[in-house]
């Protein structure tokens, strides 16, 4: 098993300096040079040479690569030129708020796609489980700006019965932070529930043709007592690898969601830093977005690894 | 002399014609005390110091008028009104102006406010060590003296008529902090900043809210009104109008490119709309070098195919207001004769077939939606006189560049709303000038450039201005399309909004109905 870990953690290197190589050029490709965003409307030719020499933009991509990678190396992740915040500063600020966004997005997707599954599953091509399928489908076409928009007016314009917009820390206020939290947590449920609940319901399908959910037939069990106890538990592992990736999605659908409901988390710190050309904070956060998305994966696989002996054998 | 990134600040404007529904200034014993109230504005604030973020936007224009105060303010009919400043007088050839500081102010961390601190604030962002993007605005100025504890005097490198209006606006460069302040906190300042505004800065969490607390010690007494206003930046503009609609905001900044809410709000007796007809206008410059814009009937054509009416119903459904000089009606200048060319699509044709070649040529275009839209109407009127333009579109961050260098056939710009016409005028028109875009030189023009910058009486820069806008118009070497309207929607219980002068949003003595 340790020797498992430690091949596991040697992938992991190679993968982190990809996603640092590549998180370097692509913000360093982005149009627009960081000179003459700073200099803005005073970009004469002159003051750009000079500021680009004080900056080290006239050295060669690789030198910069190696520079910026020494200092990340440092725990120096940079600093933003217009706030001068650091990008740790940044990114520790409004990590919990994404993060929060995220585990209520996930927690709503399960509590409305599991049980849906399983009520379909129980009575699979019957009129419920057609009509709940094509939903499904009907939902992962609607794009996220729009089931926030329609979710705004009807809640907050039409009935007030939730903010529109805003953000309180959950040690301030508790029930205000969920009661901002809940549209925008809702609004990426509505994107996630269809997966969740198609991948569960066609796992039920297949565990209940299993022998031993026809012994326990036989046996005279309740279907309730079948599909609870029985089927549900080993129908859940494509789940929780489903939930495991479904963060990384979440972290994309987060960028609009939180500009659209206006909450402080890293999406709209992403957002803001590509508008303003911030390339240190963008660079910085996209690498440890993508990091913890690794790791997040590595994560995974070791659980896999706990939970079915011939992965971490190398038999898979 | 700016480029038409996000709207951008220097100074107010002189004297303006503009209305507001809804928000009145109201009689003076209407003011209610008490109350807070949120402001939702478009973009995240970076900071206060100058010397970090160089310039401040419009959200940080907001927040500025209420934590910090400037030496002059601009009152109802766009006179300097005293605020730091008590009084004010000038030299003979406007390069010398002396001001007479308010006694007894201090900021809120106890400084004690005086003519010290003026020249302070001053000497920082012109010091070419510090390398202050704001110190550009400021060149103008030559230095700050401070003769005595109330008295400053702005020793000018070229003669400002305006100087007083000029100070007004609530820019990185005007606003008064404490020099105790940046001094003692260093890289924090920017996120802590000190003034002798009405309101202090309680707490700031970034991307989220910026909370500012009533000053009890300010200077005007009675003033101000709300116990508390909260600024939020609501970057998507539909949830920003469903924020003022569900009450979560009081006031929102917006514009004329999101037309369904103002007319929305318009229509709604909760809401009011407020506007601003600025002066100034958004703008485009033709490099005169480059043929076949070097051939003045190509650019006449060119201008003469512009329906400003088609393109405002097209672009911001009508509210949009065409513009044929680059003073627009919110400028004290008043031409009976702006020299406009008439809008004649047939003229065009025929002065386009006189040319001769074929009219094929390449605009910048910034790379936004908007960008896009306006590059494309302008392409279609163009195309309809039978003049091929290609639009490049480029990164907002390239335009000002590519003019510095005139790599452009036709680029877009922007005059935004001053207290004076000569800043601008005379930096995008006189010979020499960096960012005389057009590349085109006239000693007529120069003339009364320099004549209208040297000159006090109104009515004699009016006939200069005028003049001015003749040639221009006449050789076609820029076009204007529409005018400065800047917009806030607000709750119909926020009274005291004052003009938006430069497009900034005051708060800063507001009052609950």
């Known amino acids: 098993m340790l020797g498992f870990v430690a091949r596991r953690l040697l992938y992991l290197l190679p993968v982190l300096l990809a996603v640092s190589l590549l998180t370097f050029l692509i913000a360093s490709l982005l149009p627009g040079d960081l000179a003459y965003v700073i200099l803005g409307d005073q970009a004469t030719p002159e003051k750009v040479e000079a500021l680009r020499h004080d900056m080290g933009l006239d050295q060669p991509i690789l030198i910069r690569y190696l520079g910026w990678l020494g200092h990340i190396l440092q725990g120096d992740f940079g600093r933003s030129f217009r706030t001068g915040q650091t990008v740790l500063q940044a990114v520790g600020e409004r990590l919990p708020v994404s993060l929060e966004l995220m585990i209520l997005a996930e927690f709503l997707g399960l509590l409305i796609g599991v049980p849906l599954a399983i009520a379909c599953a129980a009575k699979a091509g019957g009129a419920f489980d057609r009509f709940m399928t094509s939903t499904a489908f009907g939902m992962l076409s609607v794009p996220t700006f729009l089931s926030a928009i329609l979710l705004i007016y009807l809640f907050a314009v039409e009935l007030h019965w939730l903010p529109a917009t805003g953000y309180v820390p959950l040690s301030e206020d508790p029930i205000g932070n969920l009661r901002f939290f809940v549209l925008p947590a809702l609004t990426l449920a509505l994107a996630e529930w269809p997966g969740i609940m198609r991948v569960l319901r066609s796992d039920l399908i297949t565990t209940l043709q299993e022998d031993y959910i026809a012994l326990a037939r036989a046996k005279g069990l309740t279907p309730r007592r079948i599909l609870f106890v029985h089927a549900l538990k080993p129908s859940s592992l494509t789940l929780v690898t489903i939930t495991g990736i479904n963060i990384g999605r979440l972290i994309g659908g987060a960028v609009i969601v939180e500009t659209i409901f206006a909450l402080p988390g890293i999406g709209r710190l992403l957002v803001s830093a590509i508008g303003t050309r911030d390339l240190i904070i963008l660079q910085g956060v996209v690498l440890l977005v993508a990091a913890g998305f690794v790791i997040m994966n590595f994560v995974v696989d070791m659980l896999y690894a706990v939970l079915d002996p011939r992965i971490r054998h190398g038999h898979a | ?513």
Not at chain 2, 79 to 89: I, T
Request: aromatic share 10%; charged share 25%; with cysteine.
């Open chain 2, 1 to 513: 002399m700016k480029a038409p990134t996000r709207p951008r600040k220097l100074a107010p404007i002189f004297l303006v014609t503009a209305f507001a529904i809804g928000a009145s200034i109201g009689t003076a014993h209407a003011q209610k005390q008490g109350g807070s109230i949120t402001v939702g504005q478009e973009l995240d604030i970076p900071g206060f110091d100058p010397l970090k973020v160089g310039v401040y936007d419009t959200s940080a224009n907001t927040a500025a008028a209420a934590i910090f105060d400037t030496l002059t303010g601009m009152d109802d009919k766009g006179e300097p009104e005293p605020r730091l400043a008590l009084s004010w007088s000038h030299s003979d050839d406007f390069k010398t102006w002396t001001f007479k500081l308010r006694p007894g102010v201090k900021f809120h961390d106890g400084t004690p406010f005086n003519a010290q601190a003026v020249k302070e604030n001053f000497d920082r962002q012109k010091d070419p060590a510090n390398k202050c993007r704001c110190a550009f605005y400021i060149a103008f100025i030559h230095d700050v003296q401070a003769p005595d504890e109330l008295t400053v005097v702005y020793n000018l490198n070229d003669p400002s008529v305006n100087l007083p209006a000029i100070l007004t606006i609530q820019s990185s460069n005007n606003v008064i902090h404490s020099p105790t302040a940046w001094k003692t906190k260093g890289d924090d300042y920017s996120r802590n900043p000190v003034g002798t505004g009405p309101y202090i800065l309680k707490s700031w969490t970034a991307g989220d809210r910026m909370v500012l607390e009533k000053n009890p010690d300010y200077w005007n007494k009675g003033h101000p009104y709300l116990d508390r206003i909260i600024l939020k930046p609501l970057p998507d503009t539909q949830s920003r109008f469903a924020s003022l609609q569900s009450g979560e905001a009081d006031v929102i900044w917006d514009d004329e490119y999101d037309a369904d809410s103002i007319l929305k709000a318009q229509k709604d007796p909760k809401l009011a709309v407020n506007t601003y007809k600025g002066s100034g206008a958004a703008v485009y410059a033709f490099n005169t070098k480059t043929p076949p814009l070097d051939d003045v009937r190509v650019r006449q054509a060119l201008v003469m195919a512009l329906d400003r009416k088609k393109m405002s119903q097209a672009i911001t459904n009508g509210l949009a207001r065409p513009a044929t000089n680059p003073y627009g009606d919110g400028s004290w200048v008043k031409c009976k004769d702006d020299g406009a060319l008439p809008e004649d699509p047939d003229k065009a044709k025929v002065l386009l077939k006189a040319y001769g070649k074929p009219v094929d040529f390449k605009m910048l275009v910034t790379a936004t939606p908007r960008g896009r839209t306006v590059g494309q109407v302008l392409q279609q009127l163009w195309k309809r006189v039978g003049a091929n333009m290609e639009i490049e579109q480029v990164d907002q961050a390239t335009i000002p560049p590519r003019a510095f260098m005139r790599q452009f056939q036709v680029t877009p710009w922007r005059i935004v709303d001053l207290a004076d016409p000569d800043p601008q005028m005379y930096a995008n028109f006189h010979t020499g000038s960096p960012v005389a875009l057009a590349n085109y030189s006239d000693p007529e023009l120069d003339r009364l450039l320099e004549h209208a910058r040297n000159t006090a009486d109104i009515a004699k820069r009016t006939e200069d201005y005028c003049a001015i806008s003749r040639i221009i118009n006449q050789q076609a070497i820029w076009f204007w399309t529409f005018q400065n309207t800047y917009y806030s929607l607000s709750s119909a219980r926020v009274k005291g909004l004052p003009k938006m002068y430069n497009g900034v949003i005051d708060v800063s003595d507001a009052w609950l109905e």
